[in-house]
Nanobody, 125 residues
């Protein structure tokens, strides 16, 4: 059974930094691209970042480039999202997700077939 469990969310002041993590189990983590998405209150879930199986290639939402970094540790079955210079508009529930196709690297939520429960990130002004 695939399980994804996010952690590390919390309250941070604008301009601060935060790293959220995702622990995975129930599948061969190193064989799948993994992504981060977020959903703010009243808004649709949106793509944040994706990383290939080996971690050698990453893609980011254009507006977040330079402020977030996705990484993974295949030995520990862990996915990470480092966020810097956080802004109030970054407030959202952050979700990690497993790609449906092992070779896919995509920003569409429909291309992911397993999701964590999310971790809340709140940025105060």
């Amino acid at each position: 059974q695939v399980q994804l469990v996010e952690s590390g969310g919390g309250l941070v002041q604008a301009g601060g930094s935060l790293t959220v993590s995702c622990a995975s189990s129930g599948f061969l983590f190193s064989s799948y691209a993994m992504g981060w998405f977020r959903q703010a209150p009243g808004k649709e879930r949106e793509f944040v970042a994706v990383i290939t199986r080996s971690g050698s290639i990453t893609y980011y939402k254009d507006s977040l480039k330079g402020r977030v970094t996705i990484s993974r540790d295949n030995a520990k079955n862990m996915l990470y999202l480092q966020m810097h210079n956080l802004q109030v508009e970054d407030t959202a529930v952050y979700y990690c997700a497993k790609s449906r196709d092992p070779t896919m690297i995509d920003g569409k939520a429909s291309e992911y077939d397993a999701w964590g429960q999310g971790t809340q990130v709140t940025v105060s002004s």
